[in-house]
């Protein structure tokens, strides 16, 4: 018994000094092992994919004989970050455009100068104050619809420079019906930027200290909240939320695919070789992915192809998918409303990345950290992940205990109530920065704006405008899962010209142009006015390009402002 016990206990003592010593002997080579097997398996994969990407750019070495090494463009501190992230084999394109954007430390967003003349892009809002004042006329109809509560929440997700917030207010205090909104309202901005939190304070509130949270808004003294996350603000019994994003769901990371004669591989973001003047490249997956066999089921992103040829192309957010569901369910348990304003398709979309430095085309691998990275938004997508999100079906949507189902404002259905846009007061020679000044005057002949593409007076939308679009059998207007839960109305998406003119941006920019004094030295600023005019409404410019969609609960009677009737 007593040798059988020593022989057992000998051999357990051998297994675990042969065990030390072969992770001693192993260690300082694991590197190399890892390293060796990373660049066997990517030459696999530049071989395979030589035949489907047909450029060149993932060739392998047959295709390769000669490598001539070129000067690499300059380093940003990204790049660094990036290779490590790369250590053992390619990313995904969704994982490269969430660490330009939003490194902590090196992320395009955590700078200050990205927005306007200075930065690499100009959103609307900072094109013209009468964007913002249209957006503050559709908060009060939503204000309105939801019963004109004592109190409401008004979210911004991604506020930028804070340009759009200071409008809305502005607005909804020089319209003399509105001002119980301003005494009802809190304001809550989403924003992940420390750097960009500090410019949106500065905006609203020039004399709040440094990283002062709250803050009191200098015309209104609307109390003005920060968050990182929408899940942060606290939702309260009784209490609407109208939420607003311009220019948001662009920015989420997207992942892209590519379907070949293994299925659908996933586009990744790799190290260049040496004869490629940029720091990294695209590749594909050597095979399906494990994203790409969840992002790409049809009943969770409409118009995939059920038989794609070879070659053909995929893009998905699911980053904004997500979003857009936790905002209708936020929607649908607070009865309040909410409102999408950004470029892109009713249709699934193809490969749009794309960067913007210094106001042109860049390449999105280029200079990473220093240029912004955005994506077509697919509408489509959207709108059904929104839907999905309301089904009873989901566990999700059950409302907090107690939570009140305001009741609905008296008044006829649509957009009856709201107040004229000509009543806007303008923001004079004191106005924000690159905001055209609206003197006190009269007598003006708006002579600019003869020939521009738009309704009339009335503020019809253009003909063909009030069609329903049809997005893969989710339509406009269309009510989902109205049962005893709740549910959700989406409305659009129709395109930015036909909800700035439903809403009476026409109209807006006659009334400032009629507040100009009628001599030589105002015709500048009616040029620049109608200019801006022309880029909001233009087809040209971002009248088509740019959509609208809202959300409503499913039971409100008052439709949409600036949108057709639903289709029901």
């Avoid at 995904?92 to 100068?113: C, D, F, I, N, W």
């Avoid at 006329?137 to 506020?159: D, F, K, R, T």
Wanted: hydrophobic letters at 40%.
């Amino acid at each position: 018994m007593a040798g059988e016990e020593l022989d057992s206990m000998d051999q357990v003592l051998r297994n675990r000094l042969l065990a030390q010593a072969t992770l001693r002997e192993t260690t300082g080579g694991k590197q190399e092992i890892v390293e060796a097997a990373r660049v066997a398996l990517k030459e696999k994969s530049m071989r395979e994919q030589a035949q489907v990407l047909g450029d060149g750019e993932a060739c392998g070495a047959q295709q390769r004989p000669e490598v001539v090494a070129v000067e690499k463009e300059r380093k940003t501190p990204l790049v660094d970050v990036l290779k490590q992230q790369m250590k053992l084999g390619p990313i995904p394109v969704a994982e490269y455009m969430s660490t330009v954007l939003s490194h902590p430390k090196h992320g395009y967003y955590m700078r200050q100068r990205v927005f306007g003349e200075k930065g690499d892009f100009t959103t609307a809002p900072e094109i013209s104050q009468i964007f913002g004042e249209m957006v503050g006329v559709w908060i009060m109809w939503a204000w309105q619809a939801a019963g004109s509560p004592a109190q409401v929440q008004l979210i911004e997700l991604g506020p930028g420079r804070g340009t759009m917030m200071a409008d809305i207010l502005r607005t909804l205090s020089s319209v003399a019906h509105s001002r119980p909104l301003i005494h009802a309202l809190s304001v809550h901005m989403v924003e992940t930027s420390p750097s960009l939190q500090q410019v949106q304070r500065q905006t609203l509130s020039k004399d709040s200290l440094p990283q002062a949270n709250p803050v009191k808004h200098d015309g209104t003294g609307v109390t003005i909240h920060w968050h990182d996350g929408l899940s942060e603000i606290p939702e309260t019994e009784g209490v609407p939320s109208i939420i607003v994003g311009q220019e948001f769901l662009d920015c989420l990371p997207v992942r892209q695919f590519r379907f070949t004669d293994k299925g659908w591989c996933e586009k990744m973001v790799d190290i260049a070789l040496p004869d490629n003047p940029l720091h990294f490249r695209y590749v594909l997956s050597p095979g399906p992915t494990a994203a790409s066999k969840v992002c790409l089921m049809p009943q969770l992103v409409p118009n995939i192809p059920k038989d794609p040829e070879i070659n053909t192309g995929a893009e998905v957010s699911p980053d904004a998918c997500s979003y857009a569901t936790e905002v209708g369910l936020r929607v649908m348990r607070t009865k309040g409303a909410a409102l999408f304003i950004d470029y892109g398709h009713a249709s699934q979309p193809i490969e749009t990345m794309q960067a913007a430095l210094k106001h042109a085309y860049h390449d999105p691998l280029s200079f990473p950290g220093e240029c912004d990275v955005t994506a077509h938004v697919d509408f489509a997508a959207v709108a059904l992940a929104i839907l999905d999100g309301a089904s009873p079906m989901r566990d999700l949507i059950q409302p907090p205990a107690g939570l009140a189902s305001p009741e609905g404002p008296a008044g006829s259905a649509g957009s009856a109530g709201i107040a004229a846009p000509s009543g806007i007061a303008g923001t004079g020679a004191a106005g924000p920065a690159g905001h055209v000044a609206a003197p006190p005057g009269s007598g003006f002949s708006p002579e600019g704006l003869e020939g521009l593409r738009g309704p009339g007076a009335g503020g019809e939308l253009p003909p063909g405008e009030a069609s329903a679009m049809v997005l893969g059998g989710v339509g406009t207007g269309v009510t989902k899962a109205s049962g005893p839960k709740g549910g959700l109305t989406i409305h659009g998406p129709i395109s930015q010209t036909a909800f700035l003119h439903s809403l009476g941006v026409r109209d807006r920019v006659m009334a400032l142009l009629s507040e100009l004094p009628d001599e030589e030295s105002a015709d500048p600023q009616a040029a620049a006015l109608t200019k801006q005019y022309e880029r909001l409404c233009s087809p040209e410019a971002m009248g088509e390009l740019f959509k609208v969609i809202a959300i409503t609960p499913a039971d409100s009677k008052f439709g949409c402002a600036g949108f057709p009737a639903p289709v029901r």
